[in-house]
């Protein structure tokens, strides 16, 4: 992806809450800042009702 958390607009577009982020690189990231970068293969950990994790899916 290369984006930050921020420029992705997870928040704005889908009301989904970033958590965590799972790097590729193994570490974890609790409560990640809005400027950190998203790479290829990190994995989310977001909070969000159903159709918000939907719209997040759709984005990905």
């Known amino acids: 992806m ?3 958390i921020r420029d992705s607009r997870i928040r704005d577009v889908t009301g989904a809450y970033v ?3 799972h790097s590729s690189d193994g570490t974890v990231d609790t409560n ?4 950190t970068v998203l790479r290829a293969h990190d994995r989310l950990v977001v909070l969000g009702t159903t159709a918000q994790l939907n719209d997040l899916c759709r984005l990905a």
Do not use: E, F, I, M
């Open 2 to 4: 290369g984006k930050s």
């Open 19 to 21: 958590l965590a982020l």
């Open 32 to 35: 990640p800042d809005a400027d």
